[in-house]
């Protein structure tokens, strides 16, 4: 469906501001969900219409922009409010949607797992519930009023008792899949390897670089696309002292990520605060850089990922044709500049993710005295380096976290006392 999309801001709140960069956004998002945007407007106002964001000339503007490109639909880069998208599907005669919206509906489309589509749904469901419940004397509201306690308001009654019974029953399945995976994580906590989450703005090559990463053995998809990657995919990655970590590609970050679609992603996203590493991945030829990172790091305190290393990554170095576009860079983090493309750098970014796994995942020695039966646990969630049998038992030589030493060394020394 051919469509128009607009951004308005406010004079007093941008005053050189142009819009242009969040549009060429939107555009790509409108593509991404399958439409065809025609044409690109940017408002700028003194005031928000409340009836209907931008005022009444504007919306003849857009009516007769309608008719001319034949655009059967207008997405604005602003949320609007359940009256305002209403106003205007009503004045303008077309399908009227909100940036938040289109987000959606792409993860909605995009999702393949049992729960990355069930999450979609929840999130879909949640704006929906959001948009009838909401305050601000929505159209049906006042017509319900004016007729006293009309079929208005009863159907509105009717349609947020039917959705609030769809979350519900969505949320009971999102959370039976939860406990399966935490259940997952308990054993993975106990695998003898580092977990590392790659994370990023859309498109920033992610899954592109978990690709070069493992050597692009059972590749994973990536593409020239917005949210190409919407469910989490692990891959054990080899450092070149022999060591192993687990790196976890999961969706992007946008800015203005919808909160529903964040409340529905929960599960999944929180997968990022149980990792030793996070890897901030930046599209260092992206004019927006700036705006990306802050936007990222926002979503990243919004999920409690914080207090976790964090290695800032900035890719597409080979794509940068005018230099100005990484100024932004401070110097001490320049030297993380890779290509996932043609690999250049990812060496080095390996070897720095090995230093920072180090300083949780240390090196231990430990004697397990013989017949304690504790090689087989050792084993399981520790790194063995080196493994001697002398007369007392073995001696370990393993990488493993802080706690995992300390309940097994003191298991050691128990049985090492005979007090197995
Ligand atoms: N020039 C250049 N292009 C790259 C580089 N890394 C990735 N790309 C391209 O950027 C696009 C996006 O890559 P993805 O790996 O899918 O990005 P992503 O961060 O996983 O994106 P989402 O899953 O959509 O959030 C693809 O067309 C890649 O080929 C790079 O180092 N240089
Ligand atoms: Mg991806």
Not at 219 to 238: C, M, N
Not at 337 to 363: I, P, T, Y
Request: positive net charge.
């Amino acid at each position: 469906m051919k469509t128009i999309l607009v951004a308005a801001e406010l004079k007093r709140k941008h005053p050189q501001g142009d819009g242009g960069s969040s549009l060429d956004e939107l555009w790509r998002l409108a593509e991404t969900a399958g439409l065809e945007p025609v044409k690109k407007v940017s408002v700028r106002l003194n005031m928000w219409s409340p009836a209907t964001l931008v005022g009444s000339g504007k919306v003849e503007e857009l009516k007769a922009l309608a008719k001319e490109t034949g655009a059967g639909a207008v997405i604005f880069d602003e949320e609007l409010s359940p009256a305002q998208a209403r106003n205007l599907e009503k004045e303008l005669g077309l399908t009227v949607a909100d940036r938040a919206r289109l987000i959606i509906e792409i993860f909605a489309l995009r999702a393949r797992t049992r729960e990355g589509k069930l999450q979609a749904q929840l999130a879909r469901f949640s704006y929906a519930l959001g948009r009838i419940a909401g305050k601000g004397g929505s159209m049906d509201q006042q017509r319900g009023m004016i007729g006293g306690r009309g079929s208005g308001e009863k159907k509105i009654e009717y349609e947020r008792r039917a959705l609030r019974v769809k979350i519900t029953e969505l949320q009971k399945e999102i959370d039976a899949i939860r406990r399966e995976r935490s259940t997952q994580r308990g054993k993975r906590d106990s695998l003898p390897m580092p977990q590392v989450s790659i994370v990023g703005y859309t498109n920033a090559g992610k899954s592109t670089l978990l690709n070069r990463l493992t050597g692009g053995k059972h590749a994973i998809y990536a593409d020239d696309k917005l949210f190409a990657t919407l469910d989490p995919s692990t891959k054990r990655v080899r450092f070149a002292s022999g060591g192993w970590a687990l790196f976890t590609d999961t969706v992007g970050f946008i800015q203005k990520l919808p909160h529903d679609l964040i409340a529905a992603f929960r599960a999944t996203l929180e997968e990022i605060s149980y990792s030793d590493l996070i890897l901030h991945v930046h599209d260092l030829s992206s004019p927006e850089g700036k705006l990306q990172h802050e936007a990222v790091k926002a979503t990243l305190d919004e999920l409690g990922a914080t207090g976790i290393p964090v290695i800032n990554v900035f890719n597409k170095a080979d794509a940068v044709k005018d230099p100005s576009v990484s100024a932004w860079v401070p110097d001490r983090l320049r030297p993380m500049m890779v290509s996932a493309l043609n690999g250049k750098g990812v060496d080095k970014l390996l070897a720095a993710c090995e230093n920072a796994l180090a300083r949780r995942w240390g090196e231990y020695e430990l004697l397990v005295p013989t017949g304690s039966g504790l090689l087989k646990e050792i084993y399981a969630c520790c790194m063995v380096k080196k493994a001697e049998y002398g007369e007392e038992g073995v001696t370990l030589n393993f990488k493993a976290t802080p706690e995992n030493y300390a309940r097994l060394a003191k298991k050691a020394g128990a049985a090492g006392r005979g007090e197995n």
